[in-house]
């Protein structure tokens, strides 16, 4: 049934994802793609809304669409896609002006570290 083998690889490609991210010391817990919205598929990064989608051919805008549309449900962060195809490093989406959000949010704390 490809209904049950698309759910196991979605799934699969949130344990990755969350144990990728562990690794970079972030504590991200899996809310589990079997919820069906009821929870976001990974949470733990602040400011962050986290999507996952592990497929072969994704329409990027449309899961843009749903991560939008969850963060707002959730109010967990900026719409940030996470995908990835297989044999493939992660790649990650997110609308620009959250990233110079993001980034001018990192430039500010580096900033501070040099003057203090």
């Known amino acids: 049934m490809p209904g049950k083998s698309s759910q196991r690889k979605g799934a699969d490609g949130e344990r990755e994802l969350a144990a990728l991210l562990r690794e970079y010391g972030y504590p991200v817990e899996r809310g ?6 009821e929870v976001p598929d990974l949470s733990g990064l ?13 329409n990027v805008p449309e899961a843009m669409k749903q991560a939008m549309r969850d963060a707002e449900k959730f109010h967990d962060g900026a719409p940030t896609l996470f995908h990835r195809r297989s044999r493939e490093p992660w790649l990650v989406t997110m609308c620009l002006h959250d990233w110079i959000a993001l980034y001018d949010r990192q430039k500010a704390a580096e900033t501070t570290r040099e003057r203090g």
């Open 46 to 58: 602040p400011g962050v809304h986290i999507e996952v989608k592990r497929v072969e051919r994704l």
């Open 32 to 37: 589990g793609s079997l919820s069906f919205g």
